[in-house]
């Protein structure tokens, strides 16, 4: 089994900044793309920011020029670094990792995190 943990997440004020964190453990064969998405109140999730193994990222629109992902391939460790946060990033953000592995053949799946929770606020 493949577990993902995140770390990182808190209150802060606006204009605040937080650095996320999460890692990945247990047996696979690689990660392909880790991004981290978030969800407000109700059922929408949102992709923040994604990167591959080689480094290529993504970011939405909201949180361009903000936040930067980035990643320690050594560590399986992706980073998320929230700056000038604004109360509309309150929402739980959740690591993903599309992650290769072996039960019998090579197959590539979905894993996430438990969440963690970001709340900026005066």
């Known amino acids: 089994q493949v577990q993902l943990v995140e770390s990182g997440g808190g209150l802060v004020q606006p204009g605040g900044s937080l650095r996320l964190s999460c890692t990945a453990s247990g047996t696979f064969i690689s990660i392909n793309t880790m991004g981290w998405y978030r969800q407000a109140p109700g059922p929408q999730r949102e992709a923040v920011a994604t990167?591959?193994?080689?480094?290529?990222?993504n970011y939405a629109d909201s949180v361009k020029g903000r936040f930067t992902i980035s990643r320690d391939n050594a560590k399986n460790t992706v980073y998320l670094q929230m700056n000038s946060l604004k109360p509309e990033d309150t929402a739980v953000y959740y690591c993903n990792a599309e992650v290769r592995i072996y039960s019998g053949y090579v197959s590539t799946r979905d894993y996430w995190g438990r969440g963690t929770q970001v709340t900026v606020s005066s």
């Open positions: 990167i591959t193994s080689g480094g290529s990222t």
